[in-house]
C-alpha cells in the first residue's frame, strides 16, 4: 500500500489514537479485576504488561476415569483468574505451568485415602517403605487452548471397586519470575465413582477456612499444595517417614504438630521430628499452640459446612486420641486406666461425645477447659455511667457485677475488681494523675470497697482527680475476677478462676466532641488463633484495656528489680507499647535471627523470652512464619494509616531511646539496625517523614511492599 504524507500522518495518528484507546482499556480491565487484591504484586504493576503477562493460575478438574483396563485419566483446564487459558508449556502464554497429579480412593467402610500413586522411600529407621506421592511419567494431550488430558502412568488394579469414591489431584505452579511477580501457586482435587454413580462418600472433617484463621493459606511443599482437601490424598496411614519411622497419616502428624511442647513425649526428652525433601529436619517440639489445646474447637469448627465435623466427637480411635495423648500404650494398658486396647472398637463405649459431667471420660468431658466450664455461675461487668468526668474532678463510675444469670455478685465473692482511667485517647501514656502514682500514664485504683445494691449495681469514686489541664476525651475500663469451685465433694474438685470480659468507656473531660481512641486491632483478631485471649491472671482480655496499660510511656521497670533471672536484673527496662509489644512478640525468630532478643519481666519477676515465638501465617512458598499479610491482625486498613500527633514511645533496650512512635511500630518487626537507621535518617526535628515513601498512595506505600502474591 502507498501512502503520501498526508496519508502516512493521519495512519500515524490513527495508531496514536488506538494505542491510546487500548491503554485506557487495559486501565480499566485491570482496575476492575476481581483476580487481585493488594495482596498480589500482580496489583501493583503495570496495566499493559499485565494484558500481556495475565498472571494467576486457576486449576479445574472437568472430569475424571478409570477405564476397564485399570488407565486413569483426567481432563482439567488451566487458565488465568479471569478464565482466559493458558498454555503449559509457557510458548502461547507467559510463564510455563508445571503440574503433578495424585489418585486415590476411599476403601469401603474405610474413612482415610489410600493413593493409587506412591513411590519408594528408605531410611535410617524403616528399611523400604511405600510413600503417597504424585504420579510419574504420565502423559499429556492438548484438547483445546488450556484444555489438556492427563493419562496417569500408574494404573489401578484389576480387583478396583468401582463403586468406591475416587479422588484426582493436581497442583502446580507458574513461573513469572523474568516479569517480577513471583510464582502463582494453585491446585484442586476432583471426585468421582468409576461406575458413574454419584458420589457419598468423602473425607471432609476439617475444612481449610478453620486452618487459615492462623496459617493464612493452608499449603506446604514449596507452595503448591493447598488446602485439606489435596492434604489428605497422600497424608494417609499408609505414609511414613522412614527416617524417623513416624507416620504422617494427617489426623496423627497434625495433633502431634499443634501439640508441640506439649506432647508427654517431648517432656519426656523426645523431639517429634519429620525428615523432609532432601532430608530436611523439621522439628515441631517447640511449638506452642496459641490457643489451649484442649479446645478441639478451634480446629475442629461446626459451622464451615465440613461433611464431617462431628468425627472428632463420634470416632475417637487409638490413632487420634493418642497422637497427643502419647505416653499412653493401648497395647499394655499403661495410662489407660490399666485396660489394653487391642483395636478401635470400644474406644466409643467410654469415651462418649458428652457425659452427664464435665471433666469425665466423655470427649468433651476431657477437655473441659476450668475457666469455660458451663457449671460456673459466670461473671459480667458493665460500666453504667461516669459523673464528674471532668477536668480538676476525680470521676465517679457506676458500674454493674453480675452472674450470666442476671443475679447481683457481692463483690467479697470476687477475687478483684478494678476500674483503670488513662487518657487522652488521641495516644495514652503521658498523663500524670499525681506524684503518688507510679503506673506511667495511668492510674488503677481497686474497687473492692464500691457501695452496691442487692443487684449488682455499684457506685465507686476515683480517690484520683483527672488533672486540672486535661483536654479532650478520657477512658474509664474495668476488669475482674473470681474463683469457683467446681464439682465440690467428688475426686475431681477443682478451683476454676476467671475474668470478666472488660469494658472501657470513653467521656470528654472539657466539652470537646468525643474521640474515641483509634481502632488498630480489634480482640476478635486476636483470637482468630488465640480464640480466648486472657492475660494477667485473667484479668484483661480486650485490646481496649490493654492499650490503657500498654502505652508509649510504659516499660517493665517496676518489675526489673525483682526478676527472677539475675540475668534480667542486670538489663535495662523492656520497652512494651502495645504496636512494639505484639509486633515484637509475633517476629519472635526474627528478633533472635538478628542476634537481638525480646524479654519482659512480668509479675512476680516472671522471665518471658519471646525470641522463639514461630509464627503460624504461610507464605506463597508454604513456610510459616511470614508476617507480611498485616491484616491479619489489624482491621479496617489500619496498617496503611500513618497517624501524625502520637507520642513518642519509650524504649530503653533499643536501638533508639525513645523512639518515634510511627519508627517504634514498623521496627517492632524490622528489627535490623539498618532498618532503624532508616528510620531515624528520614526523621528530623520537625518530625517522621515515612508517609512521603509509604502512605497507601506512594511508591512504597505500606500495602505494597508486604504484598506476598
Request: net charge negative; with cysteine.
Amino acid at each position: 500500500m502507498m501512502l503520501g504524507k498526508d496519508g502516512t500522518r493521519d495512519l500515524r495518528r490513527v495508531l496514536i489514537l488506538a494505542l491510546v484507546l487500548i491503554g485506557i482499556a487495559v486501565s480499566l480491565i485491570s482496575a476492575s479485576n476481581p483476580g487481585f487484591t493488594t495482596r498480589n504484586k500482580a496489583y501493583y504493576a503495570d496495566p499493559a504488561a499485565l494484558a500481556f503477562i495475565r498472571p494467576g493460575l486457576v486449576i479445574k478438574i472437568n472430569s475424571a476415569e478409570v477405564a476397564g483396563d485399570g488407565t486413569i485419566s483426567a481432563v482439567f483446564t488451566i487458565t488465568d483468574p479471569r478464565g482466559a487459558p493458558l498454555d503449559r508449556e509457557g510458548i502461547a502464554t507467559p510463564g510455563s505451568i508445571s503440574l503433578s497429579l495424585i489418585a486415590a480412593y476411599i476403601p469401603k467402610g474405610e474413612e482415610q485415602y489410600v493413593a493409587y500413586t506412591t513411590r519408594p522411600a528408605s531410611g535410617a529407621v524403616v528399611a523400604m517403605t511405600t510413600q503417597a506421592a504424585a504420579d510419574a511419567g504420565g502423559t499429556y494431550t492438548k484438547l483445546a487452548d488450556g484444555q489438556y488430558r492427563y493419562q496417569f502412568n500408574t494404573r489401578a488394579p484389576a480387583t478396583l471397586d468401582r463403586t468406591a469414591t475416587h479422588t484426582i489431584g493436581v497442583y502446580g505452579s507458574r513461573n513469572l519470575s523474568e516479569f517480577d511477580l513471583g510464582t502463582d501457586y494453585a491446585s484442586t482435587t476432583f471426585n468421582f465413582v468409576p461406575d458413574g454413580s454419584a458420589v457419598v462418600t468423602t473425607r471432609d472433617v476439617i475444612r481449610t477456612a478453620s486452618c487459615n484463621k492462623c496459617h493464612d493459606q493452608l499449603s506446604a511443599h514449596g507452595g503448591s499444595r493447598r488446602g485439606m482437601d489435596m492434604c489428605v490424598l497422600c497424608h494417609t496411614p499408609q505414609t511414613v517417614d522412614p527416617d524417623t519411622g513416624n507416620t504422617v497419616d494427617m489426623k496423627v502428624m497434625i495433633h502431634k504438630i499443634h501439640a508441640g511442647a506439649e506432647l508427654p513425649s517431648v517432656q519426656a526428652g523426645k523431639p517429634y521430628r519429620i525428615i523432609g525433601f532432601q532430608g530436611s529436619v523439621s522439628d515441631w517440639s517447640t511449638v506452642v499452640f496459641p490457643a489451649d489445646v484442649r479446645r478441639c474447637e478451634s480446629c475442629h469448627e461446626q459451622n464451615t459446612g465440613a461433611a464431617a465435623p462431628m468425627m472428632y466427637l463420634t470416632d475417637p480411635s487409638r490413632d487420634s486420641c493418642g497422637s497427643c495423648h502419647d505416653n499412653v500404650n493401648f497395647a499394655t494398658g499403661e495410662n489407660h486406666v490399666n485396660l489394653p486396647q487391642i483395636s478401635d472398637n470400644q474406644c466409643a463405649t467410654c469415651h462418649t461425645p458428652q457425659g452427664e459431667l464435665e471433666f469425665d471420660a466423655s470427649i468433651k468431658g476431657a477437655h473441659t477447659i476450668p475457666s469455660e466450664s458451663a457449671m460456673l455461675k459466670g461473671l459480667v461487668v458493665e460500666i453504667i455511667k461516669v459523673d464528674d468526668g471532668v477536668a480538676g474532678k476525680k470521676p465517679t463510675v457506676t458500674f454493674s457485677v453480675k452472674e450470666k444469670s442476671g443475679a447481683g455478685i457481692p463483690l467479697n465473692q470476687l477475687n478483684n475488681v478494678s476500674l483503670l482511667l488513662a487518657g487522652p485517647t488521641q495516644d495514652y501514656g503521658y498523663t500524670s494523675f499525681g506524684p503518688d502514682v507510679t503506673t506511667p500514664g495511668y492510674v488503677s485504683e481497686s474497687a473492692m470497697g464500691a457501695s452496691c445494691a442487692g443487684d449488682g449495681t455499684c457506685m465507686y469514686t476515683f480517690q484520683h482527680a483527672i488533672p486540672n489541664d486535661a483536654t479532650g476525651s478520657y477512658s474509664i475500663g474495668i476488669e475482674a475476677r473470681r474463683t469457683e469451685t467446681l464439682l465440690a465433694g467428688t475426686t475431681k474438685e477443682m478451683q476454676a478462676q476467671y475474668g470478666a470480659v472488660n469494658k472501657v468507656v470513653h467521656f470528654s473531660v472539657d466539652g470537646s466532641p468525643l474521640q474515641p481512641r483509634r481502632t488498630v486491632v480489634e480482640t476478635r483478631s486476636c483470637n482468630r488463633c488465640h480464640t480466648s485471649l486472657s492475660l494477667h491472671g485473667n484479668n484483661r482480655n480486650e485490646v481496649a484495656m490493654c492499650v490503657l496499660c500498654h502505652n508509649p510511656s510504659q516499660t517493665d521497670s517496676a518489675r526489673r528489680p525483682t526478676a527472677q533471672d539475675p540475668n534480667d536484673r542486670a538489663q535495662p527496662p523492656q520497652g512494651v507499647n502495645f504496636s512494639l509489644l505484639i509486633h515484637r512478640i509475633h517476629s519472635g525468630e526474627r528478633v533472635q535471627e538478628e542476634g537481638k532478643s525480646y524479654v519482659v519481666v512480668g509479675f512476680g519477676g516472671s522471665h518471658n523470652d519471646f525470641s522463639e515465638v514461630h509464627y503460624p501465617a504461610m507464605s506463597p512458598q508454604g513456610t510459616t512464619d511470614d508476617t507480611r499479610y498485616c491484616a491479619m491482625c489489624h482491621v479496617n486498613g489500619s496498617e496503611q494509616a500513618l497517624p501524625t500527633g502520637l507520642n513518642p514511645v519509650t524504649d530503653p533496650q533499643g536501638l533508639l531511646n525513645p523512639v518515634m512512635p510511627l519508627t517504634s511500630a514498623c521496627t517492632g518487626c524490622h528489627v535490623s539496625t539498618p532498618a532503624t537507621s532508616h528510620a531515624l535518617a528520614n526523621t528530623s526535628a520537625l518530625g517522621e517523614s515515612c508517609e512521603v515513601c509509604h502512605k497507601s498512595t506512594a511508591n512504597f506505600a505500606v500495602s505494597k511492599v508486604h504484598a506476598q502474591y
